[in-house]
Nanobody, 121 residues
């Protein structure tokens, strides 16, 4: 399995920037797809950005051009650089590691502890 420890987050005014970081331990890292999710009050948890084990990225439409996800397989870290932050970005952000399997259940997911990001107007 993978243990994920997050850092970063906090309070920032609209238009500002924050960087989240997630450090993995306990297992091999390069075989996992890594992602950042967020959950705002009254909302479902949603995928913000993903970077696959091969390095390809994808973003939720609302953050395209503002957020950037990156990974360092040697250091076993994944970061989320958040620029031009908006109040609607306010949420608890979670680091995620996922691997697909050829047998049931089909995929395995591991989660960081979550960190609060609050963007004031």
């Amino acid at each position: 399995q993978v243990q994920l420890v997050q850092s970063g987050g906090g309070l920032v005014q609209a238009g500002g920037s924050l960087r989240l970081s997630c450090a993995a331990s306990g297992s091999v890292f390069f075989v996992y797809d890594m992602g950042w999710y967020r959950q705002a009050p009254g909302k479902q948890r949603e995928l913000v950005a993903v970077i696959t084990s091969s390095g390809s990225t994808n973003y939720q439409d609302s953050v395209k051009g503002r957020f950037a996800i990156s990974r360092d397989n040697a250091k076993k870290t994944v970061d989320l650089q958040m620029n031009s932050l908006k109040p609607e970005d306010t949420a608890v952000y979670y680091c995620n590691a996922r691997r697909l399997t050829l047998s049931s259940p089909g995929e395995m997911n591991y989660w960081g502890q979550g960190t609060q990001v609050t963007v004031s107007s």
